[in-house]
């Protein structure tokens, strides 16, 4: 397994979306990659998340303020201009401002390793997650997870729930210097498994950042829209409604894997 730091992203070769080999234009091209977001993809991070803050503030109604402040903070991670440890303790010193709790440095530090505590006994899969990547290593595929959160933290997470043993590389953004959608980011995990973009696919829960980006970057974009809940999906992404779904789309919408190329 490579969890190594991927290093400088190396320039890919971008194909058309939907050819094949050139050589052989009935034959499909193969899927070798198959790369998958973590938060709310793979582990149910949001109800985790919430249940943190909920413990702690004694109301539940902060998760979305949480989750704006935090997009803000992750950015400027990304930008290089701080990094995760110092991302962490003025995201929550910024979101207690705001909520009209003023307090010094240390109750911050106490506050962020509370909320740590609780949300690492709170991790949990989601229940299609196992068969689906028993399924992809049977198949044959290189497994990436591709993440904008925090190295430290997302390691962690895999370890305590049994997963880094089916992933080839881990994708951080914070070490990449890019973050999903920036096709930078997808680039990266492919040129560290030596794939093609047009050979991987991207899964996640996020629609903009991890589907339409992923198929601005040359990958297929699959949008893993849990609550069912978007009216109109972008041309040339693929939806699903849980990951039990990720084989049967793989394999009869791409048929690329698994089966013999039919003429
Ligand atoms: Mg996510």
């Not at 498994?193 to 047009?198: H, K, Q, S």
């Not at 629609?207 to 297929?220: I, Q, W």
């Not at 949008?223 to 978007?230: A, C, K, M, P, T």
């Not at 972008?234 to 049967?248: F, K, M, S």
């Amino acid at each position: 397994m490579d969890f190594a730091r991927p290093g400088t992203p190396t320039r890919v070769r971008v194909p058309e979306p939907g050819l094949g080999d050139p050589a052989d234009p009935w034959r499909p091209s193969r899927l070798r990659l198959v790369c998958l977001d973590i938060d709310d993809t793979l582990i149910d991070f949001t109800s985790a998340g919430k249940r943190a803050l909920s413990l702690l503030l004694g109301r539940d109604d902060m998760w979305p303020l949480w989750e704006r402040i935090t997009d803000w903070h992750v950015a400027q991670v990304v930008a290089g201009e701080i990094d995760y440890a110092c991302m962490h303790h003025r995201r929550t010193q910024y979101f207690l401002a705001e909520i009209g709790i003023v307090v010094e440095p240390e109750d911050v530090t106490r506050f962020e390793c509370r909320r740590k505590e609780v949300l690492r006994r709170s991790w949990r899969l989601f229940d299609d997650v196992l068969p689906c990547l028993e399924w992809l290593r049977a198949a044959d595929v290189l497994i990436a997870a591709v993440t904008n959160a925090s190295g430290a933290h997302q390691r962690a997470k895999l370890a305590d729930l049994g997963l880094t043993r089916f992933f080839d590389h881990l994708a951080i953004a914070g070490e990449v210097g890019a973050a999903k959608p920036d096709p930078v980011m997808f680039h990266s995990v492919c040129a560290v498994l030596d794939c093609d973009p047009g050979e991987a696919a991207h899964v996640g829960d996020k629609l903009h950042t991890d589907a339409v980006g992923a198929r601005d970057a040359g990958l297929e974009g699959i949008w893993l829209d849990r609550s069912g809940g978007e009216p109109e999906v972008p041309d040339g992404v693929h939806v699903i409604g849980g990951l039990d779904e990720l084989p049967q789309l793989l394999v009869s919408e791409f048929a690329m894997i698994g089966v013999p190329a039919q003429r």
